[in-house]
């Protein structure tokens, strides 16, 4: 599909629609000025440390212009991080809708899973699961299904993937495979409620070995306009 014909949504709204629909999402404030006594809300709400974006619908590659600050730990180092954000966006996404600055959690690292969906032209809807982070890129290590699938469909993309033994032990860790089922189930139903949905970009769903539920860090949502 054309990508005149799409809208990605901004990561607040992409990470609340996943959210109605079971998939544990990172915490997150939106801070829409510059004011102290918000961030000393946020902080007191995510506590430390913490990664600062800018929130917008125009840009998606924050990184990339300079409007992504990782690892702040005081409020001191949220209100240089969001002037740094807000500047930087002025000054190389001039023209850019934003909405303000997203202080977020950031979760220790555990066991990165990539899910998502896209669209075929000929098959319609298709759901991914494999390995995440940057193995994905190396080892392309991923399983396909149409959608919509079955819990057994779920189990298979786990099993024709190395999710399968990461999940039954993986450096002293063992992983919650039901996790990740339920999360594929979740993003199945999602679809099937809003088909104008064309992809869905889950990567890492974040999977702990110490009793601490799955979360997913980043994620993008498009939709048909």
Do not use: W
């Not at 918000?38 to 125009?58: C, I, T, Y």
Request: charged share 25%; aromatic share 4%; with cysteine.
């Amino acid at each position: 599909m054309s990508e005149k014909n799409t809208v990605a949504l901004n990561e607040r709204d992409s990470s609340s629609l996943l959210s109605s629909c079971g998939v544990r999402m990172v915490a997150s404030v939106l801070l829409d000025k510059p004011d102290r006594a918000a961030f000393e809300a946020a902080s007191r709400q995510l506590g430390f440390p913490v990664a600062m974006k800018v929130l917008s619908d125009d840009i998606l590659h924050k990184t990339d212009v300079g409007c992504v600050v990782l690892n702040v730990t005081d409020v001191d180092g949220m209100q240089a991080a969001y002037d740094t954000i807000m500047a930087n966006a002025a000054q190389n996404a001039p023209g850019a809708r934003v909405q303000g600055v997203l202080a977020e959690q950031m979760l220790p690292k555990g066991f990165e899973v990539l899910l998502g969906v896209s669209t075929d032209p000929q098959f319609g809807h298709v759901i991914m699961a494999g390995l995440g982070g940057v193995l994905v890129e190396l080892l392309h290590a991923v399983s396909l299904r149409v959608l919509p699938i079955t819990r057994q469909d779920a189990e298979d993309m786990i099993d024709e993937t190395p999710l399968a033994k990461a999940c039954q032990g993986l450096r002293g860790q063992q992983y919650r495979r039901e996790e990740i089922v339920e999360a594929l189930m979740c993003l199945s139903r999602l679809v099937e409620e809003h088909p104008e949905i064309t992809e869905v970009d889950i990567n890492p769903l974040m999977l702990y070995g110490d009793g601490r539920p799955a979360t997913a860090v980043d994620a993008m949502v498009v939709m048909k306009k």
